[in-house]
């Protein structure tokens, strides 16, 4: 089964991965990596004006973003050099991220 979604609560998973589901349907591991890249990001207590900006910056540097809730953002990273390139922006701008794989 191939995941088509940002998996934004899963852990060391990727848009694309093809995983592997028990008979109940739960996730029992990956069997393809799809060489995409997850991180998450926290945006909380700054200006909508700085969060604009910064998902606009996700953007243009090829990051796709998809929002979970208020404050959670996913973002997919197609290859290592666009994961590198958001983390940079995201480490320059003192934003709260994870990388989930």
């Not at 349907?25 to 900006?53: C, H, M, N, P, Y």
């Amino acid at each position: 089964m191939e995941a088509r979604l940002d998996p934004i609560f899963a852990t060391d998973l990727s848009f694309r991965d093809v995983v592997e589901v028990d008979p109940d349907g739960f996730i029992a591991g990956v069997a393809a990596r799809s060489g995409r890249r997850t991180l998450r990001i926290w945006l909380k207590d700054r200006s909508q004006v700085e969060i604009q900006a910064i998902l606009d910056a996700i953007v243009r540097a090829g990051g796709l973003i998809e929002r979970s809730s208020g404050h959670l953002y996913s973002i997919d990273a197609k290859r290592e050099s666009i994961a590198s390139n958001v983390i940079h922006l995201l480490e320059a701008g003192n934003w709260i991220y994870e990388v989930a794989n």
